[in-house]
């Protein structure tokens, strides 16, 4: 596709309860990110894939938070037993390159995804 | 750690009324600071990167500029549709490089 999607673009649960959210980077891109935004914060790194590498998940605030990349593509980025503390907008991004070599790669964003936990 | 601070929070501007954001850094080792753009619902829209003080980068009415310590993003003449909330980011050398540590954005509202 043209750019980063996402999905779903709004996704409310109930504490508790298991959720998945879904990033599909632009084409050819071999880098991906998550981050999270909440309320008045700023962007907050969560985890890092770079092609068949082993992702940074250095950032992921706790062992309810996961992700995988398939294929290199698209990504899921999944949160068990969601807490109130976890809603926030999570947005995915991709690049052309990680950080190997001159990486000034500028990172795009996907339009995000509003988690909203009751 | 890195630390990415933005001044003001909100500025409201009449249609014309040229200004600039500030975004004060501290990062070990610069590799690159990142200006984005985002409107209410949307993800980030990159707008620039600057790599080394002294640089300055213009897309239509806005400006980029860097020092050592610190970015500002000029406005010249803006319209209401420059409205939106502006993000900048610092991206560090060495272990974690690939992560970009954001400020709070300024959020910029423009009156016809």
């Given amino acids: 596709g043209a750019g980063v999607s996402q999905s779903p673009s709004n996704k409310v649960t109930e504490k508790g309860k298991d959720v998945e959210l879904r990033c599909d980077p632009i084409s050819g891109h071999t880098a991906l990110y998550w981050y999270r935004q909440s309320l008045g914060q700023g962007l907050e790194f969560l985890i890092y894939f770079q092609g068949n590498s082993a992702p940074d998940k250095s950032g992921l605030p706790s062992d309810r938070f996961s992700a995988e990349r398939t294929g290199g593509s698209v990504s899921t980025l999944t949160i068990q037993r969601t807490q109130q503390e976890d809603s926030a907008v999570y947005l995915c991004a991709s690049s052309s390159r990680g950080s190997g070599g001159p990486s000034y790669n500028e990172q795009f964003f996907g339009p995000g995804t509003r988690l909203t936990v009751l | ?112």
């Fill in chain 2, 1 to 112: 750690e890195d630390q990415v601070t933005q001044s003001p929070e909100a500025l409201r501007l009449q249609e014309g009324e040229s200004s600039s954001l500030n975004c004060s850094y501290t990062v070990s080792g610069l590799r690159g600071l990142f200006w984005y753009r985002q409107d209410p619902g949307k993800g980030p829209e990159f707008l620039f990167t600057l790599y080394s003080a002294g640089e300055e980068k213009e897309k239509e009415r806005l400006k980029a500029t860097l020092t050592k310590k610190e970015s500002f993003l000029h406005i010249t003449a803006p319209k209401p549709e420059d409205s939106a909330t502006y993000l900048c980011a610092v991206r560090r050398s060495g272990a974690g490089s690939y992560q970009l540590t954001f400020g709070k954005g300024t959020k910029l509202s423009v009156i016809p």
